[in-house]
């Protein structure tokens, strides 16, 4: 009887698609996985092997004990995940990281998908979703082919779908010095009817702003690759440096303008102004408004730690502008990962607004137990939010703001915050990080037990 179930076609061989296909065949569901390659390939991909790892071998840091990312890892172990147990098989030495050989992985993942017998793979482009196909998961990631890119777009309207990613940076709260800095919208404006202080700002002297121009023209930036070079920039995504390299006042007339705002420390009218806008609902993270940038990481820590107020920022990301395709998951996805406007279409990885290859594989191993769910005619109980998939998942379907929605990588700045002590303080530095790795296990123990 089982056997007689529909197939849930899985579009995208890559991390997020294998995953959720090895999902839906764990729960007994056929698949068929559809991959477009050697027939089409992509200005990144090298191979037709599933699971290729495109950029770096490696899946960042294996410390479930105080990492977010490490949390992840191990909470996919729990869920028999097929990614993170063929990197286990495969890993090469990388101090507290979790890297791999990626041909030797790659083979791994194909090996296990193409030998299965309830997984059919067809090696042909997929431009169009046809009607008989009831349930699919689009994983097709950063590079979705043209034809699907447009189709996607049609679905949920021109502006929902990016291809050209720019990236601010995001800054966990408990980092910024509250001394230096403070609450204002400019001219007092509020949303909805709030308090008009709906933005953090951070306040520039002549000399700091001119200091800080001549950081960003100098910093040393990263190069386009190959595929990206000649897209041109929009100018919603203009990098910073760019912008300064126009004129040192274009910064000050742009995205660091300071009118409208008083500083409400001392009652001085700031020269300029970074502001920093609310990034989730927690309230943890906030963006550097108006700063997607091409400097490289290292530049970016330095320069941006001379900004009055971020001078011990810590980073949940940073900046960036490269070449993508990504939906507005918080407005177009239902809580579990299907197209509003046509549910039986689901969607896994890095096109949901997941940056980096655990944070897909994991959405893809959710959307895969979804589709089951969904197949089996059971209900579907999500993973609490105070876990590493918890978080990941609230974020994509509603957590973040649909306004501002920007890829993001697993950080314990998007779970919940953890509870204070009898004094009301909340633990601090790997304290911190510690109780929200435990905690996270110790929800997802409980949730694989009952899913």
């Given amino acids: ?9 899985v579009i995208g061989g890559g991390l997020a698609g294998c995953e959720a296909a090895f999902q839906l065949v764990s729960k007994q569901i056929p698949v ?11 200005d990144a991909h090298h191979t037709s092997g599933l699971a290729e790892l495109v950029c770096s071998n490696s899946f960042r840091s294996d410390d479930a004990t105080a990492n977010a990312v490490g949390v992840l890892h191990e909470e996919m172990r729990q869920l028999g995940s097929l990614i993170i147990s063929s990197a286990d098989i495969e890993k090469v030495p990388a101090g507290g990281a979790l890297a791999v050989d990626r041909e030797r992985f790659s083979a791994a993942v194909e090996a296990v998908i193409a030998a299965h017998p309830l997984i059919t793979i067809e090696r042909q482009e997929v ?39 720019a990236i601010a940076p995001i800054i966990h709260f408990d980092s910024i010095n509250t001394d230096i800095v403070w609450f204002q919208s400019r001219y007092d404006k509020s949303t909805d009817g709030g308090d008009g202080k709906d933005y953090i700002n951070c306040p520039l002297n002549k000399a700091q702003y001119d200091g800080f121009i001549d950081a960003l023209l100098t910093g040393e930036k990263m190069q386009f690759k190959e595929w990206e070079a000649n897209t041109p920039y929009f100018d919603g995504c203009m990098p910073i440096e760019v912008m300064a390299s126009r004129g040192p006042e274009t910064l000050r007339w742009g995205p660091m303008k300071p009118v409208g705002l008083t500083n409400a420390h001392d009652q001085s009218r700031p020269h300029a102004v970074i502001q920093l806008r609310q990034d989730n609902a927690l309230g943890t993270l906030y963006n550097m408004v108006g700063f997607q940038t091409k400097l490289k990481y290292a530049e970016q820590t330095r320069i941006f730690r001379t900004i009055p107020g971020l001078e011990n920022a810590e980073f949940a990301r940073l900046g960036g502008l490269h070449r993508n395709t990504f939906i507005n998951a918080p407005r177009l996805l239902d809580a579990q990962l299907r197209f509003k406007s046509r549910p039986k279409l689901r969607f896994a990885g890095q096109i949901t607004g997941v940056e980096g290859y655990v944070e897909s594989a994991a959405i893809g ?9 969904d197949r089996m005619q059971t209900e579907w109980v999500p993973p609490p939010a105070d876990t590493a998939h918890g978080a990941l998942l609230s974020h994509i379907t509603g957590g973040a703001m649909a306004d501002s929605f920007q890829p993001m990588n697993v950080n314990f700045g998007l779970f919940p915050q953890l509870p204070t002590d009898e004094r009301g303080r909340l633990p601090r530095g790997r304290d911190r990080k510690a109780a929200y790795a435990k905690r996270a296990l110790t929800s997802l123990q409980h949730w694989a037990q009952t899913a």
Avoid: K
């Fill in 1 to 9: 009887m089982v056997q007689q179930l529909a197939p849930v076609h």
């Fill in 32 to 42: 068929i996985l559809h991959e477009m390659r050697p027939q089409r390939m992509t």
């Fill in 127 to 165: 431009t169009h979703i046809p009607d008989s196909w009831d349930q699919v998961i689009i994983a097709t990631g950063p590079l979705t082919s043209p034809a699907l890119a447009a189709a996607i777009r049609d679905w949920g309207g021109e502006e929902d779908l990016a291809f050209f990613d």
């Fill in 365 to 373: 191993l959710l959307a895969g137990r979804m589709a089951a769910s």
